[in-house]
């Protein structure tokens, strides 16, 4: 069933409600034969596909009472999933405008009002709507807040956010979901960035700290924390710092390289380099390391122990980007047809890299080449990850 058949088969339930209605109060001889009219008019719309022309009919036809709210209520969110947020926005709008309904039900009506608003990108308008909600209807809190949270994240207003989820978890303090600690982290991060942007060091610090503790598993914070450590020449520290990203999510591991050769380099420290990324190697496997080791290998003791250490590190985790910078250790040293040879078989491989993503979202499917903390596609925080196995890490 298409999501076409899906509306047509709720406009149909509606139209019999319609009809019911009108047929139980038209026998009571309350209703006139002009507003029968209305309803065969708006159902003739319908059958001929003539949707908007039928929805308009049944505005205009079915009383608001609590007994046709939820009625009223199902076309509008129909209508805002079919991408018709105009015509959602009116039937909710007519909703509210009307006598009739109590307090309880006119804030269902305005939370989908606000809805419809975010939906159709007038986020100031939902923003202020959820704003009086969250101080007049207590049973929606939650709900409005969660929406206001949403809304500050696309606004990029952290401080607001923060604030947002702060009376949600004070609202649930019986129970409070790990998930707000990590996005409470993500927030904090997204502050530190904007101060490291200004060389804001101490502020840019008070915050990581702050995204710590809400989450002290945060690797994005870690990462942060230990670039700014390297920025400020603080090389010890920065190691240390970034050494906790391995019990923090090891599947992050392969974004410390480029940190921790930074720091070695600066600190002049290439034996020291090497040892330190073997450790992590044999802890938390990973291409990129094999690859970062292998470099370094190479330029202290010559191409052909980098060789030897790829090939014995492809015989514990066959990886294709191993196969590629092997190829291109012993092409610089080959000669003749096995040259050619070797460097057809470098461009095939290469080929094959190119085609292949080094994140995913583990939620939506998503892949690309950088790594997002929050995933455009499904809007999850942490989860994108780099990608594992033969063809990634
Ligand atoms: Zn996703």
């Known amino acids: 069933m298409t999501v076409v058949d899906l509306g047509l088969y709720a406009l149909l339930f509606f139209a019999v409600a319609c009809g019911f209605f009108l047929g139980r109060r038209y026998s009571r001889g309350q209703e006139s ?93 939902a923003e202020g709507l959820l704003q009086e909600l969250v101080e007049m209807a207590s049973a929606l809190k939650v709900t409005c807040l969660e929406l206001l949270v949403d809304i500050y994240r696309d606004e990029r207003e952290w401080e607001k956010a923060i604030h947002a989820v702060t009376l949600i978890v004070g609202h649930r303090w019986k129970k409070v979901p790990a998930k707000w600690g990590v996005i409470q982290a993500h927030f ?27 989450d002290k598993n945060s690797v994005r914070a870690s990462l942060l924390w230990g670039g700014l450590e390297c920025r400020l020449s603080r090389y010890n520290e920065a190691l240390k710092i970034l050494n906790r990203v391995g019990a923090q999510d090891s599947d992050y591991i392969p974004e410390i390289i480029g940190l921790i050769c930074e720091c070695y380099d600066a600190l002049g420290d290439q034996v020291g380099l090497v040892q330190h990324l073997q450790k992590i190697l044999e802890e ?18 010559g191409d052909l122990i980098a060789a030897e250490f790829i090939g014995s590190e492809l015989k514990l985790r066959p990886s294709i980007k191993g196969l590629s910078r092997l190829l291109e250790l012993h092409l610089e040293h080959a000669v003749g047809g096995a040259k050619e040879n070797l460097s057809i078989l470098k461009q095939l491989v290469d080929q094959l890299l190119g085609l292949r993503f080094a994140y995913s979202c583990h939620r939506c499917g998503f892949k690309g080449n950088d790594l997002h903390w929050l995933c455009p596609s499904c809007k999850s925080w942490s989860s994108i990850k780099p990608i594992r196995g033969i063809e990634g890490e």
């Open 188 to 214: 904090c991060c997204e502050l530190a960035e904007l101060a490291l942007a200004q060389n804001d060091f101490l502020s840019a610090r008070r915050y990581l700290k702050q995204g710590l503790a809400y």
């Open 284 to 301: 938390f496997p990973s291409n990129s390391l094999v690859l970062a080791v292998a470099d370094r290998l190479g330029q202290m003791e």
């Open 33 to 125: 034969p002009a507003r029968s009219q209305h309803y065969y008019r708006g159902l003739n719309y319908l059958l001929n596909e003539q949707a908007d022309s039928a929805v308009d009919k049944f505005i205009e036809t079915l009383e608001v009472t609590p007994d046709t709210l939820e009625t009223h209520l199902a076309l509008g969110n129909m209508m805002r999933r079919k991408g018709e947020v105009d015509r959602a926005i009116k039937v909710h709008q007519n909703l509210i405008a009307r006598p009739g309904l109590n307090t309880g039900q006119l804030h269902i009506a305005q939370l989908e009002l606000a809805r419809d608003f975010i939906k159709a990108g007038l986020l100031d308008r």
